[in-house]
T-cell receptor, first 112, second 109 residues
Framework: DGGITQSPKYLFRKEGQNVTLSCEQN?????MYWYRQDPGQGLRLIYY???????QKGDIAEGYSVSREKKESFPLTVTSAQKNPTAFYLC???????????FGQGTRLTVV | KNEVEQSPQNLTAQEGEFITINCSYS?????LHWLQQHPGGGIVSLFM???GKKKHGRLIATINIQEKHSSLHITASHPRDSAVYIC???????????FGKGTLLTVNP
């Protein structure tokens, strides 16, 4: 079955450590996105990629990095420079900007 | 920047009731999305529309471009409809969506 997979579902890290969140899709979608969700706030765009080997900053890219070396994969690294990394992170993909987005199940990151 | 406001923030209904969730935005858009988020966190896209009305099962989404307003209706609501419903808009030709804060719907049996 086609879909988008995020792993792990829960992640705990110590403050000061970098951590990479995985996002894989087998939908053959060109566009992929990373969002952050905090309680009481709408989803906010961290990074997006329109095509392989290309990505653009979203509204809250500081402290995060991404890569898009393969069409199916769009990993997000939360660096130690991110001041408040504890959040729920959602990955999504779509054929292009004019189509539905498919979302993963999310990764809940807790930094202690 | 587009501002997206949803109302109500919380909604409790009895099974079988007709539900309406509203979404208003401040700047012209090219598309509006309705999404559903279940307690586990996963999100499902329900509708994407730029004009008129769409229907899928018991769900109906409408949009009024002139009034910058959209509504999501649920007919014959059921406890399994309990979720957070999120409105998101895209302006212009870019890939960015601006999201509302969501409406928490609880349907009691």
């Amino acid at each position: 079955d086609g879909g988008i997979t995020q792993s792990p579902k829960y992640l705990f890290r110590k403050e000061g450590q970098n951590v990479t969140l995985s996002c894989e899709q087998n939908l053959n979608h060109d566009a992929m996105y990373w969002y952050r969700q905090d309680p009481g706030q709408g989803l906010r765009l961290i990074y997006y990629s329109q095509i392989v080997n290309d990505f653009q900053k979203g509204d809250i890219a500081e402290g995060y990095s991404v890569s898009r070396e393969k069409k199916e994969s769009f990993p997000l690294t939360v660096t130690s420079a991110q001041k408040n990394p504890t959040a729920f992170y959602l990955c999504a993909s779509s054929i292009d900007r004019d189509t539905y987005a498919f979302f993963g199940q999310g990764t809940r990151l807790t930094v202690v | 920047k587009n501002e997206v406001e949803q109302s109500p923030q919380n909604l409790t209904a009895q099974e079988g009731e007709f539900i309406t969730i509203n979404c208003s935005y401040s700047v012209g858009i090219s598309a509006l999305h309705w999404l559903q988020q279940h307690p586990g966190g996963g999100i499902v896209s329900l509708f994407m529309l730029s004009s008129g009305k769409k229907k899928h099962g018991r769900l109906i989404a409408t949009i009024n471009i002139q009034e910058k307003h959209s509504s999501l209706h649920i007919t014959a609501s059921h406890p399994r409809d309990s979720a957070v419903y999120i409105c998101a808009v895209r302006g212009g030709s870019n890939y960015k969506l601006t999201f509302g804060k969501g409406t928490l719907l609880t349907v009691n049996p």
